[in-house]
């Protein structure tokens, strides 16, 4: 079946920093990857997406690059801010429908 | 315009008792998801409508677990003789099918007591 591994977490940044969140999959077919992102006292939101093999998708500064060679949909952002602090789940989905996430990663950036 | 709507957010039942949990997609998505979330964990699949029928229902966990979406919009999970085990967050998503992204609502928590 379908699966997504994530980073552990929590990772705990000072403002401006790098940020990598990993991710890793196993799938039948060829999937879409997303990233969802959920803020404190929101529900899930789509934060980007990527629907084949070496697309980049990228949003509100964040990317990830779709690896089919290495199954790896990595979530970076070059200078975190404190407004980034939130729970970030990556996902796969294929043409049967259903997503299937990861566990997610809790992010916290500090002033 | 408006997006997906669950009630009610919060949720506490006896041990035994029927819970109903409803789900307004947006307008126009064909597809609806239940997902279910644990503490610390990612939203695990339950089921999946296309239209007016399950398309999906390999995450349903055993037979006192039944959903239904009778007109193709709005859809309740239903859950027979609750369990301390059936407490989580329920989480309704919709979108336009296929591998489109999902449009999550907030989740009912639900506490079985």
């Known amino acids: 079946g379908n699966s997504v591994t994530q980073m552990e977490g929590p990772v705990t940044l000072s403002e401006e920093a790098f940020l990598t969140i990993n991710c890793t999959y196993t799938a039948t077919g060829y999937p879409s990857l997303f990233w969802y992102v959920q803020y404190p006292g929101e529900g899930l939101q789509l934060l980007l997406k990527?629907?084949?093999?070496?697309d980049k998708g990228s949003n509100k500064g964040f990317e990830a690059t779709y690896r089919k060679e290495t199954t790896s949909f990595h979530l970076e952002k070059g200078s975190v801010q404190v407004s980034d602090s939130a729970v970030y789940f990556c996902?796969?989905?294929?043409?049967?429908?259903?997503?299937?996430f990861g566990d997610g990663t809790t992010l916290t950036v500090k002033p | 315009g408006a997006g997906v709507s669950q009630t009610p957010s919060n949720k506490v039942t006896e041990k035994g008792k029927y819970v109903e949990l409803r789900c307004d997609p947006i307008?126009?998505?064909?597809?609806l998801y239940w997902y279910r979330q644990s503490l610390g964990q990612g939203p695990e699949f339950l089921i999946y409508f296309q239209g007016t029928g399950a398309a999906d229902d390999s995450g349903l966990p055993n037979d006192r677990f039944f959903a239904v979406r009778p007109e193709g919009s709005v859809s309740t999970l239903k859950i027979q003789r609750t369990e301390r085990g059936d407490s989580a967050v329920y989480l309704c998503?919709?979108?336009?099918?296929?591998?489109?992204?999902?449009?999550f609502g907030n989740g009912t928590r639900l506490t079985v007591t």
């Open positions: 990527a629907t084949k093999a070496d």
């Open positions: 998503a919709s979108s336009m099918g296929g591998n489109s992204p999902l449009h």
């Open positions: 996902a796969l989905s294929t043409n049967a429908g259903k997503s299937t």
């Open positions: 307008s126009g998505h064909t597809a």
